[in-house]
């Protein structure tokens, strides 16, 4: 299974954007990127996914290089409400099967 | 709309039980995985069904099972419960096998 690279922490300010970067050297052709979040003593809440083309939706926007070996999720404006793990995850086209790394703590300051 | 929901929220057992988690997922969605967070780390896949039929098989040991009711919900069953049991488990359900996985709040298991 294909693994992801991700920071072991970041921090931010509230109210700035937030650009969380993973790798995924070994991504094949049918791997989507998933990212996830989880606040504490919750189960992992759904941000985003993507296959080769920039995504945008409610909660952030997902950049896929060109080469798709990484990936940046970007947190527009950063609230208090925002700080969690944030995993990125990829999975097969024809599998369910999500493979969790570490994830990157997030802590936002006000 | 209503999420996952998961039963029992919190749940202690000792050494050498058997243990049943309980996941019923969003309504319309026909998949249900499990998965395994030991404190700390990323949750590990456990199972994924689909259709009542399991779907795929993370690593873990004999002792774990689970089913797909006709209803769509599912049960974890795990037997010989060890220390290194203690994690939360979490069930997420989706529409099928493929698509977006949505988490409900685990199940938090302690092993004494």
């Known amino acids: 299974d294909a693994k992801t690279t991700q920071p072991n922490s970041m921090e931010s300010n509230e109210e700035e954007p937030v650009h969380l970067p993973c790798n995924h050297s070994t991504i094949s052709g049918t791997d989507y990127i998933h990212w996830y979040r989880q606040l504490p003593s919750q189960g992992p809440e759904y941000v985003i996914h993507g296959l080769t083309s920039n995504v945008n939706n409610r909660m952030a926007s997902l950049a896929i290089a060109e080469d798709r070996k990484s990936s940046t999720l970007i947190l527009h404006r950063a609230t208090l409400r925002d700080a969690a793990v944030y995993y990125c995850i990829l999975s097969i086209r024809n599998t369910g099967k999500l493979i969790f790394g570490q994830g990157t703590t997030l802590q936002v300051k006000p | 709309d209503a999420g996952v929901t998961q039963s029992p929220t919190h749940l202690i057992k000792t050494r050498g039980q058997h243990v049943t988690l309980r996941c019923s997922p969003i309504?319309?969605?026909?998949?249900v995985s499990w998965y395994q967070q030991v404190l700390g780390q990323g949750p590990q896949f456990i199972f994924q069904y689909y259709e009542k039929e399991e779907r795929g098989r993370g690593n873990f040991p004999d002792r774990f099972s689970a089913r797909q009711f006709p209803n769509y919900s599912s049960e974890l069953n795990v037997n010989a419960l060890l220390l290194g049991d203690s994690a939360l488990y979490l069930c997420?359900?989706?529409?099928?096998?493929?698509?977006?996985?949505?988490f409900g709040p685990g199940t938090r298991l302690l092993v004494l």
């Open positions: 309504s319309g969605h026909k998949s």
């Open positions: 997420a359900s989706s529409v099928d096998r493929i698509e977006t996985q949505y």
